[in-house]
């Protein structure tokens, strides 16, 4: 019988979101999470290949567990997900996270300031909660987190 093995990386697949402050915020959030808050744990892939059809992008949320963070409603990076590759584990909306935190400054998507910087931190710390919960549900083999 062929031994089951358990993925050893967190997929975290931000929406592109040009347009959108929010989105702007998710990319440097997911960034954040893979450069400074679990290094070696999380990949990501880019959403504008996945949706151009690249057969090996498409097999990532087979291979790993997804977790997408959108910057808004309309959710594109987990539904790209949903279509091409399989049900994600997780997802954040972050419009709906700022909301939730009560944000109401006018924010910039070309031009971020310590205002969305810090954004960007606490909505990584958000991500790390949920790839250290799929850690902790033995859903990732990892030896230190
Ligand atoms: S989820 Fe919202 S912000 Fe992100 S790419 Fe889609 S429309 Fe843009």
Redesign the pocket.
């Known amino acids: 019988m062929e031994m089951e093995t358990r993925p050893t990386k967190v997929g975290v697949l931000p ?6 402050p ?2 702007t915020i ?1 990319r440097n959030a997911v960034r954040l999470v893979m450069e400074k808050y679990r290094p070696g744990l999380v990949v990501s892939l880019c ?1 504008p290949l996945y949706l151009a059809g690249d057969g090996g992008e498409r097999d990532f949320a087979k291979k790993v567990p997804v977790i997408a963070v ?8 987990r539904l790209a997900t949903e279509k091409y590759s399989g049900p994600v584990e997780a997802s954040i909306d972050v ?1 709906a996270l700022l909301e939730q935190w009560g944000v109401t400054e006018s924010l910039s998507r070309s031009h971020p300031g310590p205002i969305e910087d810090e954004l960007a931190e606490r909505v990584a710390r958000e991500i790390v909660r949920l790839v250290d919960g799929l850690v902790e549900e033995g859903k990732v083999e990892v030896a230190n987190v």
């Open positions: 929406c592109s979101g040009e347009s959108e929010e989105g998710t959403l959108d910057g808004c409603p309309k959710s594109c990076a419009r």
